[in-house]
Structure formats: C-alpha cells, structure tokens
C-alpha cells in the first residue's frame, strides 16, 4: 500500500514563523500544510508576490508541500456566502477567487471551504433564497477552481456550528446539482462523528466511491487530535485504504493538548502507527 499523505493544519502552531512550521511539520512526519489564510494576516488573498514566494520556498526548503487552504472566509471580516447585501455578497466571491489562485501558486491540490459563521442561513422565510445565494457563491468558486487547476470542498459542518450542510449527503446534492468536478464535498471526522447517523469508516465506503468526496480531515469528535478521544481511527484509514484513497489526510484538532506541537506530534505517532499496522496486515 502507498503510504498515506498526511498533512497538518497550520494554525495548531500557528504561533511559530511559518519556516518553523514546516520544519516541525517535516519533523514529525507530516508530507504537508495545510494552510489556514488568516494565519497571515487580515487580508490573505492579497498577499504580495515575495510573501507566496516565501511560503512555497520554506516548505520546500524542508521536503513538505503546501496541500492546500482551510478556513477560508475568517478574514478580512464581514464575508458571507448567504448575506443578501450585494456589495457583500460580491466582495465574498472576489475573495473565494482570490484564494483558489492563492492555493494553486502555493501549490496546493484542495480547498475546504468550512467558515460556517459566514455561510450562516437566516431563521424565517429568507432562508431559501440564502441557500440559493450560497450555491451561486460556491458554484463560482468551483468554476475558477477548474480554471486553476485545485478542487474546491464544501465541508459538511454539525450543529450548532453551521446550520447549513451539516451531513456529506447535502452537501453531496449541491456538488451533484452544480455539475462540476472541481467542486465536490469532503469529510471532516469530528464534525461526521457529530452528525452522521453512520459511524465515518462506513461513510467512507459509502461515499468515495461516488467521486464525491476530495478530501478527509481528521479529528476527534471531543475536538481533540485523533488518538485523543472516543473515536477509533483504524477502521477510518482501513476504510480509505480499501478505497484506494489517494488524497490529503489533515490533522486538524480544535483543543490541543498538551499544547499545539505536543498535539501534532501525538496525532502523527497515532496514525502513522496504525499506517505501519494496517500495511503488515495487507
């Protein structure tokens, strides 16, 4: 079996310079960062030309890859994908843009666009037509992310968090009904854990093979780093490797224990041994 891409989402040592980051990463084990853009700053999707040049060049200064960009609409602040003010909705959309071409100069493959404070639907009869704008929004997004070469991912997001694709089968019906490859849906196993009625290694079996599903980040539904909590990741990442899964697997915690370093190192011992595991077994 190939071994599994595993990447670390950049904002668990965010308090490091960013060539510090690629060098822990690279230490531990990880093949990538994953990018968050508001880890540089408050206006990331314009990011001057010697700043992207930097990125590329520390990470490929320790042998790791930029694999892509999360948490996509935190900053500059007041985007948002439902909003029904026009100069809003317009200015969302330039910055969705902006950060596909970020993530394909940087070298990435996906963007996992969660952000679920700004694709918040409003209570009442306007919600419909908040959906539609959401759409419209992330159907433009896929549309520059053909163009560039990147897969643009709607992350299924669990109440109370996002009251707006919550599970991989809506957003899967919005993926089907915009038509294009370069948009398609992931699965985030915290937010899965949280909101599927499925456990995640079974959703996995069910869902990639549809091509449906880019991507796989990985947590615990206690928001810890896996190996910390409830949830077994063996049979997820016997799952992806029954299903040839040949993409990104991002740590991503909310809660880090013992602290930012200490919890990316634990998750890269936990799910490379399992890899180590699964790979004697086969």
């Known amino acids: 079996m190939k071994p ?3 990447s670390l989402c950049n904002e668990v040592i965010a308090a490091l310079p960013f060539d510090r980051q690629c060098a822990l ?7 990538g960062l994953e990018v968050a853009p508001f880890t ?3 206006r990331p999707h314009l990011l001057d030309a010697a700043i992207r040049r930097g990125i590329v060049d520390a990470a490929k200064a320790e042998g790791i890859r930029v694999s892509g960009l999360h948490w996509l609409l935190v900053r500059p602040s007041g985007l948002s994908i439902t909003s ?3 100069t809003v909705r317009a200015a969302t959309i330039d910055v969705m843009r902006r950060l596909v071409g970020l993530c394909a100069e940087l070298g990435g493959d996906v963007l996992v666009h969660g952000s679920p404070a700004q694709r918040r639907l409003p209570e009442g009869p306007g919600a419909a037509a908040a959906r539609a704008r959401a759409v419209d929004a992330l159907a433009a997004a896929g549309e520059e992310a053909a163009r560039a070469g990147v897969v643009y991912c709607l992350e299924p997001l669990a109440p ?3 009251n707006f694709v919550n599970d991989v089968a809506e957003a899967a019906a919005i993926v089907r009904a915009v ?4 948009l398609r849906t992931m699965i985030d196993c915290s937010a899965a854990g949280a909101a599927e009625t499925e456990p995640v290694a079974a959703l996995i079996d069910r869902w990639l093979p549809t091509g449906l599903v880019a991507h796989v980040q990985v947590n615990d539904r206690n928001r810890r780093g896996p ?3 409830e949830e077994r990741f063996a049979p997820i990442l016997a799952a992806l490797q029954r299903q040839r899964y040949a993409g990104w697997i991002a740590v991503e915690p ?3 224990v013992p602290d930012g370093p200490g919890a990316a190192a634990r998750a890269a011992g936990y799910l490379r041994g399992i890899e180590e595991t699964l790979a004697w077994r086969s």
């Open 4 to 6: 599994f891409r595993l």
């Open 25 to 31: 990463a690279a230490a531990l084990g990880y093949d």
């Open 40 to 42: 540089f700053g408050d």
């Open 84 to 86: 029904d003010d026009a």
């Open 160 to 162: 109370p968090d996002a």
């Open 179 to 182: 038509g294009n490859p370069a």
């Open 227 to 229: 190996g910390q909590g």
């Open 254 to 256: 909310f809660d880090y």
